[in-house]
Antibody, heavy 114, light 113 residues
Framework: EVQLVESGGGLTQPGGSLRLSCAAS????????MDWVRQTPGKGLVWVSR????????RYADSVKGRFTISRDNAKNTLYLQMNSLRAEDTAVYYC???????WGQGMLVTVSP | DIVMTQSPDSLAVSLGERATINCKSS????????????LAWYQQKPGQPPELLIY???TRESGVPDRFSGSGSGTDFTLTISSLQAEDVAVYYC?????????FGGGTKVEIK
């Protein structure tokens, strides 16, 4: 059974940091492009970042470039999103997803508020 | 950036009737080298992550009922639910993966009339 299990979300103040993790199982994680996608409550889906299977290529949405860092540990089958300098507008449910969105995590709420 | 525009924003369809959702991209998402359209459709129910229905514009994901079908090429795409069932009530999104930034349509809410 394929699983993507996210952890690390929660409440932080503006300017704070959080690191999201996404533990993968049931598919060949090390061969798969991975994405982070976020969704503001009641709103649509917004792509955040992408990483290649070997981690050598990363891409970011302009809104998070320079603040967020995507990475992966293929030995641990885990995807990460380091989020720094968080803003109120980063408040959302964050999903990890495999290439083309074949598999999705259950979502992790990140709230940035004083 | 490739802008994905979905229509309508919402629609109400009687059980057993056809539902049609349109998606237009601001530029072609057809890769001429492999003749593939980099377009996917997702279904999202409240409190759940999106679920992949269709990829490459018309390839149904394994396990997806055959009442769901995708069509179109270039910039204009359609998701059709041939006979709406109660369990199909959800928000549907189109998504282009032709290039970064990856982008999604705004979503179409499907309800029962």
């Amino acid at each position: 059974e394929v699983q993507l299990v996210e952890s690390g979300g929660g409440l932080t103040q503006p300017g704070g940091s959080l690191r999201l993790s996404c533990a993968a199982s049931g598919f060949t994680f090390s061969s798969t492009w991975m994405d982070w996608v976020r969704q503001t409550p009641g709103k649509g889906l917004v792509w955040v970042s992408r990483i290649s299977p070997d981690g050598s290529t990363t891409r970011y949405a302009d809104s998070v470039k320079g603040r967020f860092t995507i990475s992966r540990d293929n030995a641990k089958n885990t995807l990460y999103l380091q989020m720094n300098s968080l803003r109120a507008e980063d408040t959302a449910v964050y999903y990890c997803a495999s290439d083309i969105g074949t598999y999705w995590g259950q979502g992790m709420l990140v709230t940035v508020s004083p | 950036d490739i802008v994905m525009t979905q229509s309508p924003d919402s629609l109400a369809v009687s059980l057993g009737e056809r539902a049609t959702i349109n998606c237009k991209s601001s530029q072609s998402i057809l890769n001429n080298s492999n003749n593939k359209n980099y377009l996917a459709w997702y279904q999202q129910k409240p409190g759940q992550p999106p679920e992949l229905l269709i990829y490459w514009a018309s390839t149904r994901e394994s396990g997806v009922p055959d009442r769901f079908s995708g069509s179109g090429s270039g910039t204009d795409f359609t998701l059709t639910i041939s006979s709406l069932q109660a369990e199909d009530v959800a928000v549907y999104y189109c998504h282009q993966y032709f290039g970064t930034p990856l982008t999604f349509g705004g979503g179409t809410k499907v309800e029962i009339k």
